[in-house]
């Protein structure tokens, strides 16, 4: 017994070393070398940003002091418009994203149809809604249609990611059990794999429609619909009082219809015993893939 | 005997009745069509018309030719753009993130137990996610004038509303041990803070800034269509004179950048959580 007291308190007391810190201070470094590299050759006093402040107070007092509320009904109504944008579009790009989501998946489709298919969905992703709906104005002339094909067909990226990644996910079982009792491809699909996914895929179509709704109200910058023209008219002409207005009708509509969609999407996903899938998950897991949970708490490892 | 058998085979055989459809099935259905035909119609809503879009989209000549006529010369005009496009996105980024590093500490219960401090912060974060960024810059650029200024003042509040409402997600999920060990050996909230939670989001911190970095990207290349800088800017000018030509190789450049860096931001995430 006393073999063994007097090493390990003498190891103990003494502090373990510092772990190196090499990697973490080549980081810093990068990033300061970026950041200072950026900000002394923008061609842009940032001295300026200490400005900012107060000329944006000044813009914020004249828009809600007395916001001018005869504008409210021409808002609603563009705001409307905004909305059927978000859900014709959201429509098309759930319509367009389900079979390419099944193409997409790797254990549906051969590997390398799925690469591909996967690669056109990124490709379809990384074009700012914007870009796209003035891409769609020369095509379908201006207006709300312009901004709809915008809306479905960047949708169409991001729900047939989401959906395949879904489809990746499945219990194997009822697929093999509906192969065995030899039904054909499709019908494996069918009963298969689809009964397994549709809800959250379901759930992602909803997400889908806030974010759209949001893409929508701006949309109208560029002359493709909805309520971002009247507030770009508005701010053009200097009319804050009926700016106001219009922020007011963007941040209420966003809101409820928010609150309305998230409940529907709990009602949907909850009672099984699948989690709901946050937008920290999706960030963290490149973009759900799985991978180690960091709220089911610290790394075994890091005990070692 | 045989009576028997026959009597019990057929009743095995026959299917169990089907579920019954809840009514709220069809209510939901029925809504469902009524909404989009409401919303897709010509008369009030969007004159949503695949027959018109195929029409225009084959008709001969004009606008679409010269969309799929790229100039592609063209490309050595957007170097300085897109370069501007970077620094906004880098200054936006780092001064967003690390602002975005306090608020998001004062918008979890686990940080901040002051629960009128919490809520105030909470309630900020949605207005300020609210609002889309290239409706900040329409504003900002009223305000500061025409130019990267505007834009990068869009991306700061635009990223500090992204990070701080993931990030204080995460911290309302740390392991309360170290911060109840921090306490006890004497650590006051910043220490607590600073040794026990910091390091546990960490690596999340930088996923999502990464993430924000990306989107930054995206988003500054819009900015510029209401004049807050970047490449934007350009697609403005080029679509003002019909160079639909040039548009298109302005639109491949930003889908190319885009895609580029998302693939490295994705790949360093996976390592990163």
């Known amino acids: 017994m006393t073999k063994l007291d007097t090493p390990i308190a003498a190891v103990s007391q003494a502090r373990p070393r510092r772990p190196r810190a090499?990697?973490?201070?080549?980081?810093?470094?990068?990033?300061?070398?970026?950041?200072?590299?950026?900000?002394?050759?923008?061609?842009?006093?940032?001295?300026?940003?200490?400005?900012?402040?107060?000329?944006?107070?000044?813009?914020?007092?004249?828009?809600?002091?007395?916001?001018?509320?005869?504008?409210?009904?021409?808002?609603?109504?563009?705001?409307?418009?905004?909305?059927?944008?978000?859900?014709?579009?959201?429509?098309?790009?759930?319509?367009?994203?389900?079979?390419?989501?099944?193409?997409?998946?790797?254990?549906?489709?051969?590997?390398?149809?799925?690469?591909?298919?996967?690669?056109?969905?990124?490709?379809?992703?990384?074009?700012?809604?914007?870009?796209?709906?003035?891409?769609?104005?020369?095509?379908?002339?201006?207006?709300?249609?312009?901004?709809?094909?915008?809306?479905?067909?960047h949708s169409i990226g991001t729900l047939g990611k989401l959906a395949s990644e879904a489809i990746e996910g499945i219990d194997p079982g009822p697929v093999e059990a509906a192969t065995s009792v030899g039904a054909p491809r499709m019908a494996v699909m069918r009963w298969g794999v689809l009964p397994q996914v549709l809800p959250e895929i379901v759930a992602f179509w909803l997400y889908r429609f806030e974010i759209n709704i949001r893409a929508a109200a701006i949309l109208g910058i560029v002359g493709a619909g909805g309520i971002g023209e009247g507030l770009s008219q508005t701010i053009i002409y200097r009319r804050w009082d009926r700016a106001g207005v219009y922020v007011i009708v963007i941040v209420l509509a966003t809101v409820a219809i928010d609150a309305v969609s998230s409940r529907i999407r709990r009602r949907i996903i909850g009672g099984g015993d699948r989690a709901i899938k946050t937008e920290a998950d999706m960030v963290t897991d490149g973009h759900?893939?799985?991978?180690?949970?960091?709220?089911?708490?610290?790394?075994?490892?890091?005990f070692g | 005997m045989s009576a028997a058998g026959v009597e019990s085979a057929p009743s095995r055989q026959r299917r169990p009745a089907r579920p019954r459809r809840s009514p709220w099935a069809y209510v939901s259905v029925i809504a469902f069509l009524a909404l989009t035909w409401w919303a897709g119609s010509d008369r009030f809503g969007i004159g949503f018309s695949v027959p018109e879009l195929i029409e225009n989209a084959t008709r001969a000549g004009g606008i679409v030719s010269d969309f799929l006529d790229p100039q592609w010369i063209y490309w050595t005009a957007l170097i300085g753009p897109f370069i501007e496009t970077f620094q906004m996105a880098v200054i936006g980024g780092v001064i967003g993130c690390s602002i975005a590093l306090v608020v998001a500490f004062l918008a979890s219960k686990v940080t901040t137990p002051n629960t009128a401090a919490y809520l105030a912060d909470k309630a900020l974060l949605n207005i300020l996610r609210a609002l889309p960024d290239i409706l900040y810059a329409l504003v900002f650029v009223a305000a500061v004038g025409i130019g990267p200024l505007a834009g990068i003042?869009?991306?700061?509040?635009?990223?500090?509303?992204?990070?701080?409402?993931?990030?204080?997600?995460?911290?309302?999920?740390?392991?309360?041990?170290p911060s109840e060990a921090a306490q006890a050996a004497g650590g006051n909230r910043f220490q607590q803070i600073r040794a026990a939670v910091f390091p546990q989001v960490l690596p999340n911190y930088l996923a999502f800034s990464l993430y924000t970095?990306?989107?930054?990207?995206?988003?500054?290349?819009?900015?510029?269509?209401?004049?807050?800088?970047?490449?934007?800017?350009?697609?403005?000018?080029?679509?003002?004179?019909?160079?639909?030509?040039?548009?298109?190789?302005?639109?491949?450049?930003?889908?190319?950048?885009v895609f580029v860096?998302?693939?490295?931001?994705?790949?360093?995430?996976?390592?990163?959580?």
Do not use: C
């Open chain 1, 22 to 153: 090499t990697g973490r201070l080549l980081l810093n470094a990068a990033l300061a070398v970026l950041f200072l590299g950026a900000a002394l050759t923008v061609e842009v006093d940032l001295t300026r940003l200490l400005e900012a402040p107060a000329a944006i107070w000044r813009i914020l007092v004249l828009m809600f002091s007395a916001p001018d509320w005869s504008e409210l009904e021409r808002a609603s109504g563009l705001m409307l418009e905004s909305i059927h944008i978000a859900w014709i579009g959201t429509i098309m790009g759930a319509i367009l994203s389900l079979p390419l989501a099944f193409l997409a998946a790797k254990n549906v489709t051969s590997r390398t149809g799925s690469t591909v298919v996967r690669q056109v969905l990124n490709a379809i992703r990384a074009v700012p809604e914007l870009i796209l709906a003035i891409a769609f104005i020369p095509i379908v002339g201006l207006g709300a249609f312009a901004g709809t094909m915008a809306i479905g067909l």
């Open chain 1, 288 to 302: 759900g893939q799985s991978g180690p949970d960091p709220a089911k708490g610290p790394n075994p490892r890091d």
């Open chain 2, 153 to 177: 003042i869009a991306l700061i509040l635009f990223n500090i509303g992204v990070v701080a409402k993931l990030l204080s997600e995460t911290v309302d999920g740390v392991d309360l041990g």
């Open chain 2, 213 to 257: 970095f990306e989107l930054n990207l995206r988003a500054s290349t819009v900015l510029g269509i209401v004049g807050a800088g970047g490449i934007g800017t350009l697609i403005n000018v080029e679509r003002a004179a019909f160079r639909y030509d040039r548009i298109a190789v302005i639109i491949v450049a930003i889908f190319v950048i």
């Open chain 2, 261 to 273: 860096v998302e693939s490295i931001s994705i790949a360093l995430r996976r390592r990163l959580v």
